[in-house]
């Protein structure tokens, strides 16, 4: 299987997960599933539990809230055909990190943020993985009421824009239907 990696994104209960879930069992492949989310109240719990329960217990699951280019490079290094990854999700990632370093100035923030997009992407380009990475897309939303949300629509955004140009896929996920946006694939 030829290096690929696929960005997945949309809005809050769109369906994204479920594509990105979908897409990563076509390819029959050893899976390993990097999480980045962390229980912080019941009702994140509650969603933590019902996507642990969605993937098939084949599928290799690493919880990793921050350290996301180091738990992809262990999760490649684990075998020597890795398969597909699936890391879900790159906006709790971007939050994370976001709450982890609010009281940094915006500019190193924003540094510190996307010096660790290319290492995941560096990381990511192991020649025989199928990557596929999903997140929200912030850019058809309000501008947030709050500095905080701000903070993290912007780097969120940034984030985005600089996966999706490394990506040789990219889909939008609009009410549980997939919109191809680019697919370099095809090319090749």
């Known amino acids: ?106 500019s190193d923030l924003e540094s510190l943020t996307m010096s660790q997009v290319d290492q995941l992407l560096k990381v990511g380009q192991h020649p025989s993985a199928s990557i596929v990475m999903v997140s929200s897309e912030v850019g058809l939303s309000l501008v947030p009421p709050n500095q905080l949300g701000r903070r993290f629509q912007d780097l969120l955004g940034l984030v985005n824009q600089r996966v999706a140009v490394a990506a040789n896929q990219v889909y939008l996920v609009v009410a549980g239907i997939p919109v191809g946006i680019k697919d370099d694939t095809k090319n090749v």
């Open 1 to 106: 299987m030829a290096n690929q990696l696929t960005l997945v994104l949309g809005g809050v209960r769109s369906g994204k997960s479920a594509f990105a879930e979908q897409l990563v069992r076509q390819l029959d492949q050893p899976t390993w599933y990097l999480a980045t989310g962390q229980i912080t109240d019941a009702e994140m719990g509650e969603r933590i539990r019902r996507h642990r329960e969605s993937r098939p217990a084949a599928w290799t699951t690493v919880e990793e809230p921050l350290e996301l280019a180091g738990a992809l490079t262990s999760a490649l290094k684990e075998t020597s055909d890795p398969g597909a990854v699936l890391i879900e999700s790159l906006d709790t990632w971007v939050s994370n990190l976001l709450l982890q370093h609010e009281s940094q100035p915006e």
